[in-house]
């Protein structure tokens, strides 16, 4: 399933007070994608609202434990595509419950992925993003940018603008770095109750989303130049 069609390159990380950076081909550092959706996001007050509503404690808690069953749920999805030994997980709840998950992503989810060009690849664009995609290859033989998301309950369309933003982002990114013309983006997302949910950004859908993204990307470089 795996065909290194692209040479991706290996990205360089820094750390900043704004958020997460990466350095450019020409040695200049530019944000990561999910930092450019966080910094130009609408919802921080609600995620405020949340926090003080469970409490901190409580809200760092949910937080780790989504984070942790999240990495191991892309880590066993990255070594089953790359037909490695995947069953890797910690001996405690988080761990059972990445199994679950990924075992339904494994039997549900991911059979309509076709290619694989790259998992975790980098992508960039000099002097404006740069980011780490999932996946990059073909569901049902359609290009596309491929992204694997775990959650608490099962999300809604409209709830989750903002990965498909990162998934327009990535898309162009390629595009331009290796003459591709990918357009659409596949999220795949399963919850704790092992429910599934494919949502596919269409051609049309993803002209749409890219000018956002780009006007999300240019607010961002006026508020934070450097």
Request: aromatic letters at 10%; one cysteine or more.
């Given at each position: 399933?795996?065909?290194?069609?692209?040479?991706?390159?290996?990205?360089k990380?820094?750390?900043?007070e704004?958020?997460?950076?990466?350095?450019d081909s020409?040695?200049?550092?530019?944000?990561?994608v999910?930092?450019?959706?966080?910094?130009?996001?609408?919802?921080?007050?609600?995620?405020?609202?949340?926090?003080?509503?469970?409490?901190d404690?409580?809200?760092?808690r949910?937080?780790?434990?989504?984070?942790?069953?999240?990495?191991?749920?892309?880590?066993?999805?990255?070594n089953?595509?790359?037909?490695?030994?995947?069953?890797?997980?910690?001996?405690?709840?988080?761990?059972?419950?990445?199994?679950?998950?990924?075992?339904k992503?494994?039997?549900?989810?991911?059979?309509?992925?076709?290619?694989?060009w790259?998992?975790e690849v980098?992508?960039?664009?000099?002097?404006?993003?740069?980011?780490?995609?999932?996946?990059?290859?073909?569901?049902?033989?359609?290009?596309s940018?491929?992204d694997?998301?775990?959650?608490?309950?099962?999300?809604?369309r409209?709830?989750?603008?903002?990965?498909?933003?990162?998934g327009c982002?990535?898309?162009n990114?390629h595009?331009v770095?290796?003459?591709?013309?990918?357009?659409?983006?596949?999220?795949?997302?399963?919850?704790?109750?092992?429910?599934?949910?494919?949502?596919?950004?269409?051609?049309a859908?993803?002209?749409?989303?890219?000018?956002?993204w780009?006007?999300?990307?240019?607010?961002?470089?006026?508020?934070?130049?450097v």
């Amino acid at each position: 399933m795996i065909t290194n069609i692209y040479q991706y390159p290996e990205l360089k990380r820094v750390d900043k007070e704004i958020g997460r950076y990466y350095i450019d081909s020409k040695n200049q550092t530019v944000p990561s994608v999910t930092t450019v959706l966080g910094k130009t996001s609408d919802k921080s007050d609600s995620i405020q609202q949340w926090r003080n509503k469970v409490g901190d404690d409580e809200a760092d808690r949910i937080t780790k434990q989504s984070t942790d069953i999240g990495s191991m749920v892309h880590e066993a999805l990255e070594n089953f595509l790359n037909e490695k030994d995947w069953k890797n997980f910690s001996d405690d709840q988080n761990g059972i419950i990445a199994n679950k998950i990924t075992d339904k992503f494994i039997d549900t989810g991911i059979q309509t992925i076709s290619e694989v060009w790259g998992l975790e690849v980098g992508l960039m664009l000099d002097g404006l993003y740069a980011g780490t995609a999932d996946c990059v290859g073909k569901i049902n033989d359609i290009p596309s940018i491929i992204d694997f998301k775990t959650s608490r309950r099962m999300k809604r369309r409209e709830w989750i603008e903002d990965y498909f933003l990162q998934g327009c982002a990535y898309a162009n990114a390629h595009n331009v770095m290796f003459g591709t013309e990918i357009n659409q983006v596949v999220i795949l997302m399963v919850d704790r109750d092992l429910l599934f949910q494919e949502f596919i950004v269409k051609p049309a859908e993803f002209n749409v989303l890219t000018k956002l993204w780009k006007k999300r990307l240019i607010e961002f470089h006026k508020k934070y130049a450097v």
